[in-house]
């Protein structure tokens, strides 16, 4: 079964790794137009409990790596160790690749890729490029642990640095080492529920998966 998915949020990534854990015959191929996948843009890492996915999910994260006192991760190295893991479990990965023409069964591709331009044919398209249906924006900021204001949404990393997230203006302190924004409904959530949605989604394709398969009978 040869699957497409198209976008590189994390909820495609968790997607992808799903399919994986389901169906281990599965040809898997995610597409992006980045150029790589994660350190590009941030978002909120905090986590009730770690990890938030299966351990084989997770290539080498380093420095980033949580530790005991730690309930946050930097999402874009996050994002990176998966992805690196998605394509040693061998999903192929298209980067700097745009799809122009998709259909459920094929996708036109341009890319600077190995297979360049052109239509592959898959038994199953999924598009998850869409942006966020909420309407919801936070800011957010990056300090020195110890240092940053009194917010209700932080979370502290294994580096020494603290993530905040607030909605509404931007906050002064002189003290941010970096500046986000995010849309989205709860950064408290963000990384769990995406990874979960991802992992239902998978659900629902292996079923469109076992439907399509020679001599199955409907009931």
Known sequence: MKIAILGDSLVAISTAHSLL?????AEVHLF???????????????FE????CPNHWISDL???????????VRRSWFEKAIAIALSERGCIIHLRTRCTDVSSVHVEVK??????????PFDIVSDMRSVSETSTEWSGGVCITGGEPKLEITGNRSDGTTELWWSGPRKDTGSWLQEMKWIG????????SEIK???????TLVDT???????????
Not at 21 to 25: I, K, M, S, V
Not at 62 to 72: F, H, L, V
Not at 185 to 192: G, H, K, M, Q, Y
Not at 198 to 203: D, H, K, L, S, Y
């Open 21 to 25: 854990d389901q169906e281990t015959d």
């Open 32 to 46: 992006t137009e980045r150029p790589e996948i994660g350190l590009m843009n941030e978002g909120p890492g905090i």
């Open 49 to 52: 409990k770690w990890p938030p």
């Open 62 to 72: 380093k420095s980033q790596e949580p530790s005991e006192g730690s309930n946050s």
């Open 111 to 120: 890319g600077a890729g190995r297979i360049g331009s052109g239509r592959i």
């Open 185 to 192: 409904e709860d950064p408290r959530e963000s990384l769990t």
């Open 197 to 203: 949605v991802g992992i239902e989604i998978a659900r």
């Open 209 to 219: 998966i076992i439907q399509k398969s020679p001599g199955h009978k409907i009931e």
